[in-house]
């Protein structure tokens, strides 16, 4: 009996060790996921102090030639950090903003900014009929530029992870980035290079001011 007693409790003490060693993994588990998620408070910090001075505390700048981030897909924000920071996008501004943050960090500043809302835009000459809006739906046919609305979307909303968001963008940011990947200085994205390389800079104002517009 004292034998038969002495096994069960053994093996009471192995069940609630067992027991306990599962909890600890788990809770241990459960501290690590969290230190993977990024602080919100120190995220929201840095978008609305370091961020702010060029693209608004909430992602809607005014200064034109810095792009709108509020709505962007966060995606498509978080590969721009990444290239940013790996040299693939060339920016010597940016290059130095990104250079400290974690992968962390940059998901979290993604995330941040595509919650925002997004202010709406208004083009100053290429509205319905326009060349604008000709180029953006239908293309340039006499030098095969396809249609942006191909992988943009009709209103522009783009498409997470592949393409990203176009509506209400700044104008003079647009244009200028369709310059740049013109002249390769941006090689990030080597579909847009091929495409600017058969626009003039009257079409790529064009694009740029109805795109404004778009809602």
């Known amino acids: 009996m004292r034998i038969r007693g002495l096994s069960l409790f053994i093996s009471s003490l192995m069940v609630t060790f067992f027991a306990a060693t599962m909890i600890a993994h788990a809770e241990e588990g459960a501290h690590a996921e969290a230190a993977k998620v990024p602080n ?16 608004g505390a909430d992602g809607n700048g005014v200064i034109t030639l810095n792009p709108k981030l509020a709505g962007q897909h966060s995606d498509y924000l978080a590969k721009q950090l990444h290239d940013f920071k790996a040299g693939k996008r060339a920016n010597a501004v940016m290059a130095g903003m990104v250079a400290n943050l974690s992968d962390d960090d940059i998901k979290g500043l993604a995330n941040y900014f595509a919650k925002q809302t997004p202010t709406l835009g208004k083009a100053k000459s290429n509205g319905a009929g326009s ?3 000709k180029i953006f739906r239908g293309g340039i046919a006499a030098t095969n530029v396809p249609a942006c609305a191909a992988c ?3 209103n522009g909303e783009g498409l997470p992870k592949r393409f990203p968001r176009l509506s209400g963008q700044h104008a003079d940011y647009t244009a200028q980035q369709l ?3 013109r002249t390769t200085e941006r090689a990030n994205a080597p579909m847009m290079q091929v495409i600017a390389t058969k ?3 009257a079409e790529m104002q064009a694009v740029a001011d109805y795109i404004q517009g778009l809602r």
């Open 152 to 154: 943009h979307g009709a």
């Open 179 to 181: 310059k740049i990947f």
């Open 40 to 55: 919100a408070a120190a995220v929201e910090q840095t978008a609305t102090t370091v961020c702010a001075a060029c693209h």
């Open 199 to 201: 626009m003039t800079d």
């Open 131 to 133: 060349l604008g809006e």
